[in-house]
């Protein structure tokens, strides 16, 4: 398949990484690789790997695509908050489960379009913009929920959370297909190209006739539906609406998702799949860390030396280093070239 | 190669200050230098010249350590050197200075004259000793201004000056200056070239990069021309006529550079675009045009005079405030360059950095980008005609790049303003807006923009264009606007589309402006 050949190079170093620390783990832990099924459904520790990394990979899905057009959004995990609020306030005063997800998407669409027409219309900094609804959300969240953990027994919200389908648990196969339905929706149209072209030069593809304010907008949206995604995942998991702690820090994790994604902080060329492996290398650290014993004082430190040298081996610097040291093959090949 | 001989041989070896031979630069799938030798005297100024992706800019990226050269020899001042960074060639003694100033803008004067070599008291910066060294400094070159402004208060040319003035104070031996001149006026040149003949009189090898000719022959004793990586020879500037400096660096003679063709007259068809009193305040007062089918219309005016903005308002990217515009007799809103593009109209704009290329995308992405906008995003372009669309006008403009595929930042100037062409071509628009089309670009695409411009009129585009090449403008305009101070002050048609005309238009108002 000649067609996908870039698409695989470009995803091989999160590939390799993700190997080596899949490798690593279960180098410790034999028991990490293994799977098995009991009615049905699929359990073992890479399983886990993908249900809990969920609400990070799908925020991923979000990020990237803000990233891509040269801004940030800070307010995710505070958008998580309020949906997962939402949904639990609307679920439990007796609303159908259809009426409550709808309801809390928009939520989260609409805090999308105040983040959106924040940054596109009043074209204030997206770190400044995003940083409003980050801080406030997490008010937002706590009226209303008036302050406790408000829970609730509905099971089709649980099954959002706790379910499984075709063996594989529900939140799985949401990021999974939510992530190629937006992926496809990016590259199978020009979307993709137009968000790219604005996040290296939104004057010069203005000029180009390319609705920029309207694209930046939508980007933002998406990273609300994705956040609000998220967050019914992470209510639905616990059966209950915690606005203090859902989705806390989380914004950070899906940053750095991007990041070790190999994504641009400074916008431009994006990749979804490399973002959501990101996602997963954050998870599978997590989930080893937990393995292994360690006090949990610890654990920060470990994931952030290994996140550093992740970063390090990105790094344009080594990458340099790397072209340089493979670059007298092309060198003589362009030698030989010009013999001819 | 036969014709460098003659010119070094005229120099002692001891006059040579910097001497590189044989230079190789490879880049993965190209070579980029070949061999190349260049010689710079003590005191002399040395043009540097050839077509866009010749060397020139490789060559002196391997002469300033930005690049490392992949072989040959670098000796200055008698010594051998391998200078890794900037920094070093600069703490050996080659400056270098570029047509974008690379100072910081909001600090000021002095403090960019001794960044990172502060004059230290107690371990803090002694400004007030930094001033008045600046002030020394600066004295020696005519400039008296307020060492305590901040940079960006100062005019392109002055910010030039101080980045001469540190170069020459850090390192001393050898100045490059790239393409300095590209965007100061007529004035701002000479007060340079002042600057650089008295460097010269102390001894300094100076290299000139420029595009325009007439600077060469102005301030430049010896000319070394490159192409496609080689050297094609270094001669003494008095003793090479222009036509032949023009074949070396084209290596096919060209005829004219601009054969003043009778300008075709254009079909006396009914007025298609007709904007009435159409302005944006504090951007350019309300104006009067009216363009036909198939006919150019050339704006002329000094830097600033409102020539952008012009074309900016024509072409929605600034709103207008007043005025209407007609296409064909009914009335068009041109709010946005969405609207513009609706009604098949393109831009091309003067600063392709910052308003025309989309740096990371591929050459082919670049060209479909117009296109794509236009035709919404969830029609996207399929790839195969993508690729189609991109080597059509790769070929059709000869735009020099290895493959559709590389990074438009990657190409050199004049190929970048050409991919921009080919994005509004893309759009088969019928009214096109060039912003100084052959600014920066070399005597090849020049002349091959030129054409295009003739052609497309021919197709019955109609066209405005800016530029304050006046020989060019005359060319192939049959009607001149000329601006002064934001407002169109005249217009010229026909016969009375002459250079002398157009200055006398521009001066007769400066003679206005100052009563």
Request: hydrophobic content about 50%; overall charge neutral.
């Amino acid at each position: 398949m000649n067609a996908l050949k870039p698409h695989l190079i470009r995803l091989a170093p999160q590939f390799a990484v993700l190997v080596a620390v899949v490798l690593l783990i279960s180098l410790a832990f034999p028991d990490f690789l293994k799977l098995q099924i009991q009615n049905g459904r699929v359990y073992g520790s890479l399983v886990d790997v993908l249900n809990r990394g969920a609400p990070v990979a799908l925020l991923a899905i979000g990020m990237t695509i803000v990233i891509a057009t040269r801004g940030i959004d800070l307010s995710v995990g505070a958008v998580m908050a309020i949906c997962g609020a939402v949904a639990a306030a609307s679920i439990t005063s007796g609303h159908s489960l259809v009426y409550t997800l709808a309801l809390a998407l928009s939520v989260g669409l609409l805090c999308g379009l105040w983040n959106g027409i924040l940054v596109a219309v009043l074209d204030i900094q997206p770190i400044i913009a995003t940083l409003v609804l980050m801080v406030a959300g997490r008010g937002i969240a706590q009226l209303i929920t008036e302050g406790a953990i408000l829970t609730f027994n509905d099971p089709g919200l649980i099954f959002i959370g706790s379910g499984s389908f075709l063996g594989l648990p529900m939140p799985v196969i949401i990021w999974v297909v939510f992530g190629i339905a937006v992926t496809l929706l990016v590259r199978r149209t020009a979307l993709g190209m137009l968000v790219e072209a604005l996040g290296i030069n939104r004057r010069a593809s203005t000029l180009s006739g390319v609705s920029t304010g309207v694209l930046l907008i939508a980007a933002y949206v998406l990273s609300g539906l994705c956040a609000a995604i998220a967050g019914i995942i992470a209510a639905a998991d616990i059966r209950g609406a915690d606005a203090n702690n859902a989705g806390l820090w989380l914004e950070l994790d899906a940053i750095l998702a991007v990041v070790v994604g190999g994504n641009s902080l400074l916008g431009g060329r994006f990749s979804i799949a490399a973002s959501l492996l990101g996602a997963l290398i954050i998870q599978s650290i997590n989930t080893g860390i937990l393995l292994s014993g360690f006090p949990p004082e610890f654990n920060l430190i470990i994931k952030a030396a290994i996140i550093v040298l992740i970063l390090v081996v990105q790094s344009p610097r080594i990458r340099d280093l790397a072209t340089w040291f493979g670059r007298s093959d092309s060198a003589e090949a362009a030698v030989k070239q010009e013999a001819k | 190669m036969p014709g460098n001989t003659l010119a070094e041989n005229t120099l002692g070896s001891d006059d040579i200050i910097l001497s590189a031979t044989g230079i190789d630069k490879v880049f993965p799938g190209a070579k980029a230098l070949n061999k190349v030798n260049f010689q710079l005297a003590r005191g002399e100024v040395h043009a540097l010249l050839g077509e866009n992706g010749a060397g020139k800019s490789t060559l002196v990226k391997c002469i300033t350590g930005a690049y490392r050269r992949d072989g040959g020899r670098l000796v200055l001042d008698g010594a051998d050197i391998d200078p890794r960074d900037t920094f070093e060639a600069q703490r050996l003694g080659i400056g270098t200075v570029y047509q974008e100033v690379n100072l910081l803008p909001n600090l000021t004067v002095a403090e960019n004259l001794f960044l990172g070599r502060q004059p230290k008291r107690f371990g803090l910066v002694d400004s007030r000793e930094m001033n008045r060294r600046a002030e020394t400094l600066l004295a020696g070159y005519d400039l008296d201004i307020d060492v305590k402004a901040e940079l960006s208060n100062c005019s392109v040319a002055v910010q030039q000056v101080v980045a001469i003035a540190r170069a020459v104070d850090l390192s001393g031996k050898v100045l490059i200056l790239d393409e300095p001149t590209a965007s100061l006026d007529a004035h701002e040149v000479e007060m340079l070239f002042g600057i650089v003949r008295r460097l010269k009189a102390q001894g300094l090898g100076i290299v000139f990069i420029t595009h325009f000719l007439e600077q060469v022959y102005a301030i430049c004793d010896r000319i070394t021309v490159l192409r496609n990586g080689q050297l094609v020879g270094t001669r003494e500037a008095a003793a090479l006529p222009r036509r032949e400096l023009i074949a070396m660096m084209l290596g096919r003679e060209l005829g004219d550079e601009i054969k003043a063709v009778a300008r075709t007259e254009a079909a006396e068809g009914p007025v298609r675009y007709r904007f009435t009193g159409f302005g944006r305040k504090g951007h350019i007062e309300p104006f009067d045009l009216e363009v036909r089918k198939g006919e150019v219309v050339g704006i002329a005016g000094l830097l600033g005079s409102g020539r952008t903005e012009t074309a900016e308002i024509l072409f929605g990217a600034e709103k207008a405030d007043s005025g209407t515009a007609e296409i064909d007799g009914k009335p068009a809103e041109l709010n946005s360059p969405r609207a513009a593009i609706r009604h098949r109209f393109g831009f091309c704009p003067e600063d392709r950095k910052i308003d025309g290329i989309v740096g990371d995308l591929s050459v082919r992405e670049n060209i479909a980008l117009a296109l794509q906008a236009r035709r919404g995003w969830a029609r996207p372009i399929p790839r195969a005609e993508q690729d189609r669309l991109a080597d059509q006008y790769i070929k059709a403009l000869d735009i020099r790049t290895t493959d559709r595929e590389k990074p438009i930042r990657l190409l050199s100037g004049g190929n970048q303003q050409k991919a921009i062409l080919a994005r509004w071509l893309a759009t088969n628009p019928e009214f096109l807006i060039l912003d100084e089309p052959t600014r920066g670009i070399d005597v090849g695409a020049h002349a091959e923009i030129i054409r295009l411009i003739e052609n497309l009129c021919e197709q019955g585009m109609s066209l405005i264009v800016i530029s304050s090449e006046l020989d060019e403008l005359v060319a192939y305009s049959r009607r001149v606007i000329v601006l002064r101070d934001r407002a169109h002050v005249s217009e010229l048609v026909g016969d009375a589309v002459t250079t002398d005309h157009i200055v006398e238009a521009i001066a007769a108002g400066e003679k206005q402006g100052a009563a």
